[in-house]
């Protein structure tokens, strides 16, 4: 028996390898997936309403809410108290996020601001910020500074978890051989800490902008007179479950744009995350 024969007998039994294959999905296919569940709780709405298991005064039926939706838009409370309830969560987001980044960086890059402001930071981060709103009403009293700097403190925190986290994790031979190429610290942090941290930052990012739809919700039970919040305590007082849900609707696709939006640009900043687990998209 040759050595030929010998060695194809002995690999007769064996699998040849076979290289995963990556299944392309299209985008339709992805949409209708992700679809699935918000049509799937929509239907089951629709029918509790439509067999009685859920009475107006519970919960009103989908179509008594659209007619809310055309009420409340026809008169104009519906996009004014949009625009009121946005700009309260983008000016607060905006100083959150600039604080976290700011602080992350500072804590992150450099010993003296991690022995100087990091455990400060995590004593502050550990309180609800729900439990500053007694003192926030003491201090700026209940018009538009009490809102938007709840939202600010609550979007900090979240931030300079992600910034911290990201910046200590740049490669430090990296870092050191920028430094001897003669470039100096801010610059080292724009060209090499910034982009090697970019994952956390959108981690961080998401979180923040989620938060910010949360303490929206809270700000606005500080004596409000305008936006979101206003029209569910106005619905509140005369029962009407159709403008309650409006309202609850309104805060849930806010928070679902927040995160398309990072996601969007997680797509634009790092194409090759949009991939999923096992390579398939």
Do not use: H
Not at 79 to 90: C, F, H, I, K, M
Not at 194 to 202: E, R
Not at 241 to 247: G, M, Q, Y
Request: a positive charge; hydrophobic letters at 50%.
């Amino acid at each position: 028996m040759t050595a030929a024969t010998e060695e194809r007998e002995r690999t007769e039994g064996l699998v040849a390898p076979r290289p995963p294959v990556r299944r392309a999905r299209s985008r339709t296919y992805a949409v209708t997936v992700r679809a699935l569940g918000p049509f799937a709780l929509l239907a089951l709405w629709w029918a509790s309403s439509a067999t009685g298991l859920l009475t107006p005064d519970v919960l009103a039926s989908p179509a008594q809410v659209i007619d809310a939706v055309g009420e409340l838009w026809g008169n104009g409370q519906l996009p004014d108290a949009l625009a009121t309830s946005l700009t309260r969560s983008g000016l607060g987001l905006v100083i959150g996020l600039a604080a976290g980044l700011v602080l992350g960086i500072t804590t992150g890059f450099t010993r003296l601001g991690d022995e100087l402001l990091d455990s400060s930071l995590q004593t502050l981060r550990t309180i609800p910020f729900l439990s500053l709103v007694p003192l926030f009403m003491v201090w700026f009293g209940i018009n538009e500074t009490a809102k938007i700097l709840l939202i600010a403190v609550a979007t900090t925190f979240p931030m300079y978890v992600s910034t911290t986290g990201g910046v200590r994790n740049t490669d430090r031979k990296l870092v050191e051989a920028m430094r001897s190429f003669g470039l100096g610290r801010f610059a080292i942090v724009r060209q090499v800490v910034l982009p090697g941290a970019l994952p956390s930052l959108l981690a961080g990012l998401r979180l923040s902008m989620t938060l910010s739809v949360i303490a929206l919700i809270a700000a606005e039970e500080i004596n409000a007179t305008e936006g979101i919040g206003y029209l569910m305590s106005q619905a509140q007082s005369y029962a009407r479950t159709d403008i309650l849900a409006v309202c609850i609707l309104v805060y849930g696709l806010l928070g679902l744009a927040a995160d398309v939006f990072v996601r969007g640009l997680e797509r634009i900043l790092m194409p090759w995350r949009t991939a999923g687990p096992g390579g398939t998209t």
